[in-house]
């Protein structure tokens, strides 16, 4: 018997196999109700059905969600897609994971495969917020179920679930200024200067210390910057009593500076963060490290299960009803 294909089914009823494929993975098309039956009916008496929609054809969906981030090394990220595949889980999809590792052309990779006919939807962190905007307006402009979570492009029309990053970085900078701080720099990174968060962050950095008559300055974490972390410890004329970091991710480095120019935490230095972390404890070197640290490091919060469920809600009321570019963004806390 001769392979049945798609080009048969739509030589036989005289339409585009891109019609076909559309129809069968319930995509966004013009077309009449009669013509949707005629070709639902002929892959059904042709017992047509492609390997990724055999169990979906029915329901005209995968239950499968893809979740694109930047990297799941850190644990923030991790925590993130281990609540998005709960919370998906619970409510009948299953998700894939995608970890871009903060490459974009990988990130571009994972997004193409919308096409593919695969997903319901798509979750993503993009990786450093001008990236892939081409790309990212397709296929919202094709309709397809697209959520930003964490990290954003702000002008696409695309629904986002984020971190409430202005707020956060405004309180924690008044609470170094309340504990009697001047001298309060912003740590960033280099790779993170165009992203929504790392410029939100930085703004309600900016604000506060503006508020209070104080001078904002950044340092980064990384060397090629002539403002960065090892040149402003070793600067000790116009070295700054207390730090905001825009994360975590580099505790360890700080530390490490901390414990090479003899200064202690928060005697000399106050440090203050987003999100927890943990430091490795593993040789001599580490423990000598942790011991510059006298008071607990001050720590704010992002919920990122309520970041997780937002975000997951806000896709699959897309895959169900279509684009809505709805915000919601989610204030962080101090425990």
Avoid at 33 to 55: C, F, G, H, S, T
Avoid at 138 to 155: G, Q, S, T
Avoid at 182 to 193: C, E, L, N, P, T
Wanted: charged share 25%; glycine share 4%.
């Amino acid at each position: 018997m001769t392979k049945v294909t798609l080009q048969t089914i739509a030589n036989e009823l005289q339409v585009s196999k891109s019609l076909i494929s559309k129809i069968i993975n319930n995509r966004d098309v013009s077309v009449s109700d009669k013509v949707r039956q005629q070709v639902l009916d002929k892959i059904k008496e042709y017992n047509y059905v492609p390997n990724r929609a055999a169990a979906a054809l029915n329901l005209k969906r995968m239950q499968l969600i893809a979740c694109i981030v930047i990297n799941t090394s850190y644990d923030y990220y991790s925590d993130l897609v281990y609540n998005i595949e709960q919370y998906a889980f619970r409510k009948g999809y299953n998700v894939v994971l995608c970890n871009a590792a903060e490459d974009v052309e990988r990130e571009k990779k994972y997004l193409e495969m919308y096409g593919t006919g695969l997903f319901d939807g798509i979750l993503v962190a993009t990786s450093d917020g001008v990236s892939n905007r081409e790309l990212l307006e397709k296929i919202h402009n094709e309709k397809f179920p697209l959520v930003f979570v964490d990290r954003y492009i702000p002008d696409l029309g695309i629904s986002i679930v984020a971190t409430e990053n202005h707020h956060g970085a405004s309180i924690l900078t008044t609470e170094l200024i309340q504990r009697g701080r001047k001298r309060i720099d912003f740590v960033g990174y280099g790779f993170s200067d165009k992203t929504m968060v790392q410029r939100e962050r930085f703004n309600g950095y900016t604000a506060a210390m503006q508020e209070h008559g104080l001078k904002p300055r950044i340092v980064y974490t990384d060397n090629q910057h002539e403002h960065n972390l090892e040149n402003m410890f070793r600067d000790s004329d116009n070295r700054p009593d207390a730090l905001v970091m825009i994360s975590s991710w580099q505790i360890q480095d700080m530390l490490r500076l901390c414990r090479k120019y003899g200064l202690k935490i928060p005697r000399d230095i106050l440090i203050a963060t987003f999100d927890e972390f943990r430091v490795p404890f593993n040789t001599m070197n580490d423990i000598q490290n942790t011991k510059v640290v006298e008071d607990p490091i001050l720590i704010i919060k992002q919920d990122v299960k309520r970041v997780a469920t937002t975000a997951v809600d806000v896709l699959l009321d897309e895959i169900e009803s279509g684009p809505k570019n709805v915000q919601h963004f989610i204030n962080p806390y101090f425990e």
